[in-house]
Structures are given as structure tokens and as C-alpha cells.
RNA sequence: UCGGGGAUAGUUUAACCGGCAGAACGCCUGGCUUUGGACCAGGUGGUUGAGGUUCAAAUCCUCAUCCCCGAGCCA
């Protein structure tokens, strides 16, 4: 028996089982997901909540498909759910389950309690069996075909199994009471006809139980004592209690959760793949997409996501959490791990003029100012080179610390630059920047102990190379996308500028040899994660997350 | 209208049996800096409301208010 430090409510409600020896100290969880979509950053919180439970008490973790709804389900999305639980890090072991492995055992079950008066098989149709079940306030009525006799009844289940009826036909109902106020009570329907094909099973049956006859029960089978579900499943409760009591089989607990919302994001699965069907996203594993696909794609990493789950904390309010939160717990961990390098996202040529031509320089540069074991690297400079189109002002306001006209910078790990001379086209753009170099600052610093208020990232020109790089907004432009004028979808604040793809960018040399997956921080831009679009010679980078920026912080302050 | 849940800084949460309302994110200052990053220091800001019990209430009691879920042969 442990009792941990609770760090929610739940741990709370272990520590009192715990106490009480009501599971005999066991902990066991599982996460039940349906195979009908991709999982999302919301199931993330769950399957860090089931699998970190079970962890923190040195329990067993199960996963188990709940694919009861063979219209609804597809193997694609049993495969992605494994690699997105697994990539997350929970550990199964070999746990690995499906409901449909309980389909014979939860058909004898119902035969059993057939036998015992407690359910029936019930011939009214789906419109018939709303009308009888009453409404919120007023309370339902028995079905005509409620008192059947346990023989009857029987027959026609067994007629269900062996595919005598069409779908729609009828319906095995529990017997319990059509005037409960809990809607859930009325006679809930336990099996449904299905003449459709299971991604597991196959043929084989063409009656599929329902949630409510099949959870529970697979919580039995498997010994789990803390069954952890979202709100909206509480007034459930009874009901998996009920089934679980009236076959006289072992009872797990149920708790429910608050599931966490995100600002900027839809979450739901009917939305989410709205979004994919209609075009609006690239696919499920779309970066700006908040699916386990998306976010890996971005660049994100399962610490990140486990920790902002962590800090974000269970309850039972509802909630939406400020994806800021968010973004700190990606930034802080890459932070820590990603190396540096640096890519020039919109260039502008910089001669130097007083540096000879035709000559290279390997200068030194650290991988990872958080991690010196991550060593340096040699980056080529030379005459020419790219900057940042950003770092310059031809005519600076007062808070500009980059290069301006006449003004000295530093370049990283090279050299103090000053600008003497600005090209432009007809038009009056800006084409090139005429620069000294000061051959005495060598690797960035000043002997005389000169200083600069800036340092500017760079790639030589003639080493750079190009690649395109894919910058992210927020898919939607408002904190809550259902906040939507009269009569308009939750598409209506899909973001326009959400994708912006940069080409010809400049990167340096020691990226050429990336691999989709690895993750960079580009110095003073943000994270970035090399996409599977890449090829040989032309690499595409997705931006993860922009680096803190107080200097966009101060002009959006004056805009 | 019936049943079930919920309400603590801008956001998400903590506070055991009633005992100084604490943290993270955000925001604001300042320091430091070869990333306007990171880091360091400081600051702003809260118990839905009204009564009651008590030496003492976020916590207990009463009455309100507001929010969420529920009438699939979905999960």
C-alpha cells in the first residue's frame, strides 16, 4: 500500500482507497480510447493522467481500444492512436486491448441477465423508443414489449446474434426503471444490429453492445480500480455500477475529470476532422493541428506536452487554458536540449568591403549555451553574407538596437560590422548593405572593450543553403473560435495567415545534414523541426515555436 | 422545468480536521548577457453574492446567482 503526496483530487481518492484497502493497494488504469479519429493534445492530459497514476503508485497501465461502433472506426485509426500513445511514452507493456475481445464474454453476460428478468429485447423503433423515453422533466414509460418472458426474449436475442433481423429491427434493453431522473436509467439500450463488417472481428457478430453495457465490464475484466473518464460521463456512473452489480462481477471506480480546453484551439474530433476533410489543414498531422501528429510534426516534444499537462493540473471545473502555457513548456524544454544554429528567413546581402575577396574563415560557434557538452562548430564566413532583412532600419525609432546607417553590430561569433552604405533598386528597396568589418574583433569581441547593442545571426553567402521554411500562427485569430457571429461555423476565425511559407531562405552549411525529426533552435527566432517533405538538397523546416521576443513585444505596444 | 456536476488573481491550479490564501503561466520593473533568447531579483493581482455559526471561514450552515453536462440503436 502507498499514499503519495495527492497532487489532484484523484491521487486523493487512491490514498483513501489505499488507506481503506478497498483495492488491496492495487492501482491500475487504463486509457480507453474509440478508434474513430486521431488523438488530440486534450487525450494527452488523460493518458499522462491514467499512465503518471499508475506510475506514482507502482501500477499497471492498460490500453484498450473501445471499438464497439464499426461505422464509425478504422484500423488507420487504431495505428496512429498506438504510435501516438507510445511516442507520448506510456508504457502498456503488453497490455494491449480491445473491447472486441470481450464481445463473447459481454454476449453472455447479457444472456445471463436476460435469464435473471433484467433485460429485454424490445421490437419498438428508434423514434418509438425517444418518444417513450419521456424528456428531462417528464418521466418515460414502459415499453408493450417490456414484460416479454425470459423465453421470448431469449429467442429473439439469439435470432439478433445469428443476423435474423435487419439493422434497426430491435434492440436489447436493460430492464431498470423508465421514471428515473437519471435518463441514463430508462431502460438504456445495451445491444444495437449491425450488419457491418468489425476492423477486428470481422463477420463474425452483427450485434455490437453499446458504450454503457461495455466499459464497465471491460474495466472488470481487467482488473482496473480506477477507471478515469471525462465529465460528461458522471451521470453514467449509476449506470456502470448497475450492470456491474446485477451480474455480481468485480467493481472498478469510476472518477471523472474536467477535460482542458486550449485558447486558439478546437478540440473536439467531429471538428477536427471537419478541418481535414474540407481542406482546411494539410492532414491530421498538420502542424497547426493540436492532434499528437501535428504537434510531433511541429517540432514539440511528449516532455513538453506531459509537462504542460502536469502544470496545468485535474479538476473537476471545466477549463481553458491559456496556450501560452503551452508554449512555455516547449520553449523551456528545447531550450534545454535543441541546438543552435543559424538560418537567415529573409535575407539581405551584406558586403563587407574591406574584407578580401575570395577568402573563407572557420569560425568557432557554440552548439548550445545550456549544454556544454554539446560542444562547437565551424561556420564558414566570408565577404559576403546574408542578414536579416528585419535587422536593418534605414531610419531607426529610438528603441532599434540593430543595424542602422553608420552603426556597428556585432555579428555572432564574427565580427563588429558597420554600415557605410545602403543599395537600392529603382523602386526604392533596399538590395544591399555596404559594411566594414573591424579584423580585430575576430570571434566578437572587442580588445579595446568597445561594446555594441546588438548581435546579428548571419550565413555566408557563397556556403548558405536554401531551404524553405514553414512559419505558424494560431489556426484560429481569436482566444475562443466557438465565439462566432449568429448563424456562422467555428471555421468563421480560421486564421488566414496560419501557414506562411518562406522560400529562399538561408541556412547554415551544418544543416545540409538534417534529418525530418530534428530539432533546432534558429538563433533569435524560435524552434524549428525539420519536415518529412524534405529532399536531398532541398530541406523544409517547420517552425516549432517563436523564441520569447520583448522587441515585437515593444512594437506591438506602439501599434 | 427534472437529474448530475462546478465556481479561488487575466489563465490554470494549491490550501489535511476551520488557523497568515501559495504556485505556475501571463503582465510590469530592474539586473545580467556574444541570441532583444536563457538566467537572476522584485512587483501587480484573488476566494460568485448575501446572511449565519466561530476567537478564527475559501473551508461549516442557510438562501441566492452564474456556468457546464444529460432526452444516440455515438463514445
Not at 485558447?263 to 471538428?271: A, D, G, I, N
Request: charged fraction near 30%; glycine fraction near 6%.
Amino acid at each position: 500500500m502507498t499514499t503519495e503526496t495527492p497532487t489532484n483530487f484523484i491521487h486523493q481518492i487512491i490514498n483513501e482507497h489505499n488507506e481503506s484497502g478497498r483495492f488491496e493497494g492495487r492501482v491500475h488504469t487504463r486509457f480507453p480510447p474509440e478508434p474513430n479519429g486521431y488523438l488530440h493534445i486534450g487525450h494527452a492530459k488523460s493518458i499522462g493522467l491514467n499512465y503518471g497514476t499508475a506510475v506514482k503508485y507502482g501500477g499497471k497501465f492498460n490500453l484498450r481500444f473501445d471499438d464497439t461502433n464499426p461505422t464509425k472506426e478504422e484500423q488507420e485509426y487504431i495505428d496512429s492512436i498506438i504510435e501516438d500513445v507510445r511516442w507520448l511514452g506510456a508504457d502498456w507493456e503488453d497490455r494491449l486491448f480491445y473491447a472486441s475481445d470481450y464481445f463473447q464474454q459481454l454476449y453472455e453476460w447479457a444472456v445471463q441477465l436476460i435469464r435473471d428478468g433484467k433485460a429485454y429485447v424490445d421490437h419498438l423503433t428508434a423514434e418509438e423508443i425517444r418518444e417513450y423515453r419521456g424528456t428531462l422533466t417528464k418521466p418515460g414509460k414502459n415499453s408493450p414489449y417490456r414484460d416479454r418472458s425470459v423465453e421470448e426474449n431469449l429467442d429473439l436475442f439469439q435470432r439478433m446474434k445469428d443476423g435474423e433481423f435487419e439493422d434497426g429491427t430491435c434492440v436489447l434493453r436493460a430492464r431498470i426503471d423508465m421514471e428515473s431522473p437519471n435518463l441514463n436509467m430508462r431502460d438504456p439500450v445495451m445491444y444495437r444490429i449491425l450488419h457491418t463488417d468489425h476492423p477486428r472481428t470481422g463477420s463474425a457478430w452483427c450485434i455490437y453492445p453499446m458504450y454503457d453495457w461495455t466499459h464497465g465490464q471491460s474495466d472488470s475484466i481487467e482488473g482496473i480500480t480506477h477507471s478515469i473518464c471525462t465529465l460528461e460521463f458522471e451521470d453514467h456512473r449509476p449506470l456502470y455500477e448497475w450492470c456491474i452489480e446485477n451480474l455480481g462481477i468485480y467493481a472498478p471506480q469510476q472518477i471523472e475529470f474536467a477535460r482542458g480546453n486550449l485558447t486558439y484551439t478546437v478540440m473536439s474530433k467531429r471538428r477536427l476532422i471537419q478541418l481535414v476533410r474540407d481542406g482546411h489543414v494539410r492532414g491530421w498531422d498538420d502542424p497547426r493541428m493540436p492532434t499528437i501528429a501535428g504537434y510531433r510534426r511541429r517540432g514539440y516534444t511528449p516532455e513538453a506536452i506531459n509537462d504542460f499537462w502536469d502544470r496545468a493540473g485535474v479538476a473537476k471545473a471545466n477549463s481553458t487554458i491559456e496556450i501560452e502555457m503551452l508554449e512555455h513548456s516547449i520553449r523551456q524544454d528545447l531550450n534545454q536540449r535543441a541546438l543552435r544554429r543559424m538560418a537567415v528567413l529573409d535575407p539581405i546581402k551584406v558586403v563587407l568591403v574591406n574584407y578580401p575577396e575570395g577568402q573563407t574563415e572557420e569560425l568557432d560557434a557554440i552548439n548550445n549555451p545550456e549544454d556544454e557538452s554539446a560542444g562547437t562548430r565551424k561556420v564558414p564566413f566570408s565577404r559576403e553574407l546574408y542578414i536579416e532583412r528585419e535587422d536593418f532600419m534605414e531610419d531607426p525609432p529610438k528603441k532599434f538596437f540593430r543595424l542602422a546607417p553608420g552603426r556597428e553590430v556585432r555579428l555572432r561569433y564574427a565580427y563588429f560590422i558597420t554600415c557605410t552604405d545602403v543599395i537600392k533598386d529603382a523602386d526604392g528597396e533596399i538590395m544591399e548593405l555596404r559594411c566594414t568589418y573591424d579584423p580585430a574583433t575576430r570571434g566578437g569581441d572587442a580588445p579595446d572593450g568597445r561594446r555594441v547593442k546588438a548581435t546579428l545571426h548571419w550565413v555566408s553567402a557563397d556556403h548558405a543553403v536554401d531551404a524553405e521554411v514553414r512559419m505558424y500562427e494560431h489556426l484560429f485569430s481569436v482566444p475562443n473560435p466557438y465565439d462566432v457571429p449568429e448563424g456562422e461555423e467555428f471555421t468563421y476565425h480560421l486564421n488566414p495567415n496560419s501557414l506562411t511559407i518562406l522560400s529562399g531562405c538561408k541556412i547554415e552549411p551544418s544543416l545540409a545534414d538534417a534529418k525530418p525529426g530534428d530539432r533546432f533552435q534558429f538563433e533569435r527566432q524560435g524552434y524549428f523541426c525539420m519536415d518529412p517533405d524534405s529532399a536531398d538538397g532541398a530541406p523544409v523546416f517547420n517552425q516549432t515555436v517563436s523564441l520569447r521576443d520583448t522587441w515585437a513585444k515593444i512594437q506591438n505596444q506602439k501599434a
